[in-house]
């Protein structure tokens, strides 16, 4: 467009020079307006359409619900494994409704720019625990490191023919310390430290398993019947130790 401009104001300019000088003829004309042209390195004859076609410019408003990110927010506990992470809670996006200024060129989008915008909704963290560990002391003063605690049922139980053997499930002789695990939940062999806030049983070490220990339960071994009536069923902190 600047192109035709131009060969018309220098055409329109020649044309009143002529007529002031009284040499105007139209054969004049059309020659100084072909060389006005081809100054611009083209004829009147040979300007394209595509040239000549005005972009089409719009502006439109377009409304998104977006998403606001969520943090994590994590939380040192002593009741998984040391170094693992687990996620407690679920983060949840926020929500902000906003509107864009759209600009449109023969109908692509070239830009966008922010209008308005409109709070929704918080986003709330993920809350992950992470397993540190910790030491626990005994009445005696001895300070263990413990990996992870658990709180379990725990019974107990001792020679008592012909429902126990003093074998046990991993062919260690039946004493005090001897602890039937769920493999499952306690692998065999595991140390661990057994306590409450009434009673301490101490040192104990995952060696035999037992048909009705399944699941979240510990038996405990004792040397003699009475114990085992007076440990009773309870609750205890199983501390599984480094």
Do not use: W
């Not at 004859?45 to 439109?60: G, P, R, W, Y």
């Not at 109908?107 to 560990?133: C, I, Q, R, W």
């Not at 300070?143 to 991993?170: D, F, G, H, I």
Request: aromatic letters at 10%; hydrophobic letters at 35%.
């Amino acid at each position: 467009m600047n192109k035709l401009k131009t060969i018309a104001l220098v055409t329109a300019c020649l044309f009143c020079a002529f007529v002031v000088i009284g040499t105007l003829t139209p054969t004049t004309v059309l020659a100084v307006a072909e060389d006005s042209a081809e100054y611009e390195g083209m004829s009147l004859e040979n300007v394209s359409a595509e040239e000549q076609k005005e972009e089409k410019v719009e502006f439109e408003t377009e409304t998104r619900l977006e998403d606001i990110p969520y943090g994590t927010t994590e939380v040192q506990v002593d009741t998984i494994p040391r170094g693992t992470r687990e996620v407690a809670s679920a983060g949840v996006y926020g929500k902000v409704s906003r509107t864009y200024l759209v600009k449109y060129v023969d109908g692509v989008k070239m830009d966008e720019a922010l209008y308005t915008e409109f709070h929704v909704s918080d986003p709330v963290n993920e809350v992950v625990n992470v397993g540190v560990g910790g030491t626990v002391a005994a009445k005696d003063g001895t300070v263990y490191s413990y990996n992870y605690r658990k709180q379990m049922e725990a019974t107990a139980y001792t020679y008592l023919p012909p429902y126990t053997t003093m074998t046990t499930a991993t062919g260690e002789t039946l004493r005090k310390g001897i602890v039937a695990v769920d493999p499952k939940v306690i692998p065999l062999h595991t140390r661990m430290f057994i306590t409450s806030d009434k009673i301490e049983y101490g040192l104990g070490v995952a060696e035999d398993t037992g048909g009705k220990i399944k699941g979240n339960i510990v038996d405990l071994a004792y040397m003699s019947y009475d114990e085992c009536i007076q440990f009773g069923r309870r609750q205890m902190q199983v501390y599984i130790l480094d």
